[in-house]
């Protein structure tokens, strides 16, 4: 699966893309963003407010429960200031 | 319906004048001009970071639903990324309708939108600290008088 | 604040960057561009008249009234008059703030208030015929919203 | 006194512009469009519909009640249609 981070969530977690294979119990975004959570402080940080966390799926904005799997393009960024 | 996500500057003139370009039943073209205020300090600046793919859907998505929401002939949006000065232009929406309530509104419903819905940060420097630009409780209610 | 009223077309692009020109507190400046529709026949033109003297008193009180509600850096309308073709523009109206919200509200104050305020009549000739243009009572109502 | 006529009013009456001699019994906006109209048929048809006559006295929009003197400039024209 192939990660996407911008903006601040991009800076606390160090890099702006990765590739990572799924673990099998992780179905939803919400159990990703658990998962990643656990992978270390700099993740942590920048997962901590949840609520500020926005999640896109394949480039479409989805909620916690949205399922994810092995190929999916994520992206998690902080909510958009463009315009 | 055109989309533009570009890190040159654009010509308002020109993107104006093509919007009602050989259709005689345009009366009317709104438009709406996004600048870099000045943060500031010496040497301030802000840089725009963007989702390449996804940013380009998410206007396009939000063209189309004013095409539908209003009788417009035709409809803009430029959106620049990368880093901007004090004075440059960073988005222009614009619409052209014949009838000028449908151009009025529908400019200011795309600018709005775009506001929550497009995948764009800004990052301001003022000279000597960095700052990424806290989205705005004024812009989700904005964007909220068109929901339906 | 600036008000011409001239038989000349305008330069849209020249007009919008003059009015953030300079003053980097401008986050934004919208406008709307009035044009000439199809009338239908061929060789079809529309000719406005107007009241020298007053026409310039009034605009310039409109724009006055703007800068008074909104909080607007700049302000500009131009209005031709004279003999136009479809797709000529006949009329720009714009406004800058710090804020989109001013701007874009104050834009749509002037457009309407110039439509029943302003002393211009428009005489349509499809080619064979010649007709006053009646004023709408959606152009009343429209003035009527910024009553206070 | 000065008296502009604009739009359909003017093309009514026949001319853009006059100079009249105020009689002394016009004291009004309205004194002096019932004088109009009955100096022949193009001002009596030009104002027949008095309701959809504008009037600007010296420039600023009046009412019928408003006073009119020697020295005024006075304009009669339809309902505006610019923008």
Sequence with gaps: ??????????????????????????????????????????????????????????????GADHPVKTGDEVALFPPVTGG | MTVKVQREDFDIGAELAALSEGDTQVGGVASFTGLVRDMGGQGSSMTLEHYPGMTEKQLTAIADEAMQRWPLARCLIIHRYGKLLPGDRIVLVATASAHREAALASCAFLIDWLKTKAPFWKLEDDGSTQNWVDAKASDDQAAERWQR
């Design chain 1, 1 to 62: 699966m192939k990660l996407l981070y911008f903006a601040w969530i991009r800076a606390k977690i160090g890099v702006g893309e990765e590739q990572i294979t799924l673990p099998p119990h992780v179905a939803t975004v919400g159990d990703l963003l658990d998962w990643l959570a656990a992978r270390g402080d700099n993740y942590a940080g920048a997962l901590k407010e949840r609520k500020v966390v926005k999640v896109a799926v394949n480039q479409e904005y989805v």
